[in-house]
């Protein structure tokens, strides 16, 4: 498969704070490998629009983060000048030398799983942590959604063996290749477990020996039916189990391409976690936020691939920190039960 540098314009991509620029003769897309072609994952798979309708997917051929934008005119050199933006992003971790050594992510990679299934329902038991981290008292970073791992690998690569880092995904065959990437990586900071995370996290964190100090949750799959919202990863038992194991000071840091995934984040936090998490300082500035009070940047420095594809298509980033107070973690049916205590004392 050849492809010509000629036809990808230049592109600057900036999404309320993030720019990332990627110029053609960057590119190296001739001769870029057939395997690596073919070989794409849940955002790129969006993004190359390979299917937008049928099983898993709700019909949700939309301006709003699903299906191909902007594309109609050249669909295939669009998408791929938006994977190659992506590569681009991570070019850092030199995935390309290890393609040999850890293969493709197979055929049968569902675009998107409904993860109300039965299948979805038993709780990812926690990995011995020795054997999946050198040191598993090191500070932990969560990342909830990570589709192909690239984030969390970036991450881990950067952190120089400070911070483990787990990125948890629902499907299995992208957890495969990102522990075969980790391993190809000499990373010994970076795990990957197959988990619905709604309902594992608290399983999985249970006997994790460090400190929880970070998750993120970043452009989590919007299901925008009304009918389907209860697919949607945030929900008041994730919330819970965050701020049970989050130590004071950490962090959770959220965001989506789509407002009204962003909004329903962070409702979802208040309302469930508002006791145990404040937004962060940052957001008290104008000059970090926009009017609507969304963080400009990321903290962390790294986007996600889901996060360029957006920006690349000149959708905004809304984002969000929050941080931990140091009170007690209490679940919410102990909390009600202490309110309706107080109200009898008082009556
Ligand atoms: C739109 S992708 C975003 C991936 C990545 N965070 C990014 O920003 O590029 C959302 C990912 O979350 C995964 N996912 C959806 N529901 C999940 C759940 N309950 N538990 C774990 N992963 C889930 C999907 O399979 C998908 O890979």
Redesign the pocket.
Known sequence: MTFHTAALPAATLSGQGTRLDVQPDLVAAEGFPEAAASDI???EV?MHGVKTRGEGSEGASTSR?FGDKGGKSNPGALRFRERIMIDRVFEELGLDKLSAQVGGIGKKV?H??N?LRAE?QVKTPPPVWADVFADPSLPLHV??????GR?VLTLAKRSEGATNFLG????SQ?VERANRWSAGLELRNAHFLV??????LDSILATYPGPLTYV???????HFKNRVKN???VQPS?VEAICQKLVPGGKVFV?SDVLEVADDMKYQIQAAGGTWLSLAGEHARTDQCTPQGWLLESPLGV???????AVANGESIYRALFVRNEREFRCIGDLEKDAEGQKSQVV
Do not use: K, M, W, Y
């Open positions: 994952g849940e955002a969006d983060g569902r998107h799983v993860p979805f990342d909830i959604g990570c589709a192909q984030f948890l995904e629902i499907r992208l988990a619905n995370a709604t309902i594992s993120t949750i970043l452009c989590p799959d919007p697919r949607r990863v994730l965001q986007p996600t691939e889901r996060e360029t594809f």
